[in-house]
């Protein structure tokens, strides 16, 4: 072998070992299909040629292959390029490059390159796979599903659901614009949406479907952008959301509903607050009588058995009168202690029929004896005796009357004066309006004139209309006091016609 | 005719009225032991051995209910009869609290010496029918 003969299978092992490497396998053949190189790794498999005919060797057939690429290859002289099933190995798919060549004798052979190309080809068959379960999502998809020209608006495709929705054909989707979806009313809203999803600003879009016969159905758009071969495209899923929308409005009208009772609810522990709050208030003040009523009676127990002792001890005329003052102070401040006892202690009414006509008439007596030197001008309204008979506590509501009389007649400074009293029914209440041209109470003592112990007078402690206000409380009434024009107080009492237990009124708010 | 020589215990723990109550059953005849200090009732009742106890029933450290119940159930000193005296507490709120500790009567705070007189008296002459 010469020199380059030598470099020439040098050269060729290093091809051959390079192919060997890339997994290329190589052949020649001639116009006869005899074989007439091939690479050492086609041999490993297949083994030696011994004479055999390309189709015979590589496809164990007994003819030609059919549409033989080395047949055309030679018939055009062009570079070929076809894929083949390698049927000894299990269909092994190769792509065969069919290059038609002379050699130095001037005939036509070819050389064929061997390519595997299984991985492409299950690449091919998944993405093909994958295709059409694509395509099944989108033409099978229970949402209606339009892909429109971002541009243009046209409309370019659609799925079944759209079609069975609006009732179009296919074509005439296709000859529609996106804008010919929906209701003119709400087109330029949703088209705004439309501009905005295709930017990318916002995703769901609430909408109307208009369809082929004019119903219109409440949808939800949800828009995904595509760009196909430079072109964009809007996607838009329409959810029907009628359904939701019926849902949606009965859970509101619940929502409501439950706000309301919530509402309600709160407001009855509010006044349940309060109440609790009064009560404290009270159980406070119920304290502090308790204890003040201790502490101050031991030592006016104490000043009244030491005046005895003086009395005892210095049997003197000339003390006689201060002993007595000591006495008389001492008993009135026991009342005063006795009074803050009652209104810290006041008990449920003890309910019977009372006429409150006579009640009122007697009270009235009562006052004008006591208050002998005043000239107070009583104007009386009152209603049929047998209209104003109620369910009450008449020793309670015999205080209150004298606590708002008493008040009146103190109101007239220079000891003359009107005073009005009027009764009305309204319905199962009974009203009583006292009205004086008394001094009045200041504007910003109205409000407080019922908390216990609030006084302008310079005798008592204050707690006269409180212990008004709790028997009204008592009997569910109501105390109201407000300021006359253009000088004087009007007193409202409202009382109820008869007794109202405790335990309706809870069923009663319970029923609303 | 008042018997001369019987033996009352007061019980306070104000002082003033203490005195002013001692001078006052002194004045009218009767032997008086003071005592201020709840807890030291039932040792003095014992030593003393009172006709009648005139006994404040709010008192700081231990309350004259609990004073009374420590004497009813103490043989020596169960059967000396017990006057509550007080200024907020009344017979008639408390009578089943007042029966339980043993306590006879209740003077209402301010009283009226000469109810004191009255209701010892009362007692006492009973005791002795």
């Known amino acids: ?512 | 005719m008042r018997m001369v020589g019987r033996k009352i215990l007061i019980v306070d723990d104000d002082k003033e009225f203490l005195k002013e109550l001692r001078e006052m059953l002194i004045l009218s005849g009767y032997e008086v032991t003071e005592v201020s200090d709840a807890k030291a009732v039932v040792r003095t009742v014992r030593i003393t051995k009172p006709d009648v106890i005139l006994l404040d029933l709010r008192m700081p450290s231990i309350s004259g209910f609990e004073v009374a119940d420590k004497l009813k159930s103490c043989f020596e000193t169960s059967n000396v009869p017990v006057i509550a005296m007080t200024g907020y507490y009344t017979l008639k709120e408390h009578v089943w609290l007042m029966n339980f500790c043993g306590i006879k009567r209740c003077l209402k705070k301010p009283f009226n010496p000469l109810d004191v007189i009255a209701e010892i008296e009362n007692i006492v002459g009973k005791k002795n029918e």
């Open chain 1, 1 to 512: 072998m010469s020199d380059k003969g030598m470099n020439a299978s040098r050269l060729l092992k290093r091809l051959e070992y390079l192919l060997g490497k890339s997994k290329i396998g190589i052949d020649i053949i001639d116009s006869r299909f005899n074989i007439r190189y091939i690479d050492p790794a086609w041999k490993r498999i297949y083994g030696e040629p011994a004479g055999q005919k390309c189709y015979r060797y590589f496809m164990g057939r007994k003819k030609v292959c059919p549409n033989c690429g080395i047949v055309n290859a030679l018939k055009t002289k062009k570079i070929l390029v076809s894929e083949e099933t390698l049927i000894k190995e299990g269909n092994r798919p190769i792509q065969v490059t069919t290059i038609p060549f002379k050699d130095e004798n001037g005939e036509w052979l070819v050389a064929e390159t061997n390519v595997d190309i299984s991985k492409i080809k299950a690449t091919e068959e998944k993405l093909r796979e994958s295709e059409q379960k694509y395509k099944l999502l989108f033409e099978e998809s229970n949402d209606a599903i339009f892909i429109a020209d971002a541009r243009t608006r046209r409309l370019v495709d659609c799925n079944k659901k759209a079609r069975i929705v609006t009732g179009y054909s296919k074509d005439e989707v296709l000859s529609m614009r996106a804008d010919q979806l929906h209701p003119k009313d709400i087109v330029r809203k949703t088209m705004k949406g439309f501009k905005d999803q295709v930017r990318g600003n916002i995703k769901i879009v609430d909408s109307q479907l208009l369809t082929r016969d004019g119903r219109k159905i409440d949808v939800s758009i949800s828009a995904a952008v595509l760009n196909i071969q430079g072109k964009t495209y809007l996607l838009g899923v329409f959810r029907d959301i009628t359904e939701h929308k019926k849902y949606e409005e009965i859970l509101s009208r619940d929502n409501k509903v439950l706000e309301e009772i919530v509402a309600e609810r709160s407001r009855e522990l509010l006044r349940t607050q309060e109440e609790l709050d009064k009560a404290k208030h009270l159980s406070g003040l119920g304290l502090l009588a308790a204890t003040v009523a201790h502490e101050l009676r031991t030592p006016l127990a104490a000043i009244r058995t030491a005046v005895y002792n003086i009395d005892k001890k210095c049997k003197d005329p000339a003390i006689d009168s201060h002993v007595n003052s000591i006495e008389n102070k001492v008993a009135e401040s026991d009342q005063i202690i006795k009074n803050l006892l009652a209104y810290s202690r006041l008990k449920p009414p003890h309910y019977q029929t009372v006429n409150v006509c006579e009640l009122i008439e007697e009270c009235v007596a009562g006052l004008k004896d006591m208050f002998g030197d005043y000239n107070v001008l009583v104007y009386k309204k009152l209603l049929r005796s047998d209209r104003c008979c109620i369910e009450a506590d008449p020793l309670q509501l015999k205080e209150v009357f004298n606590n708002i009389l008493r008040n009146a007649y103190e109101s007239f400074a220079s000891k003359k004066g009107k005073l009005s009293i009027m009764m009305q029914s309204r319905g199962s209440y009974l009203k009583i309006i006292f009205r004086d041209n008394g001094c009045g109470i200041a504007k910003e003592h109205i409000s407080k004139v019922c908390e216990p112990f609030f006084t302008t007078k310079s005798k008592g402690i204050g707690l006269g209309l409180a212990i008004c206000r709790q028997i009204l409380e008592l009997h569910k009434g109501r105390l109201e006091i407000g300021r006359a024009r253009p000088k004087g107080t009007i007193v409202t009492m409202i009382l109820p016609l008869k007794w109202v237990p405790a335990v309706q009124i809870v069923e009663k708010s319970r029923i609303k």
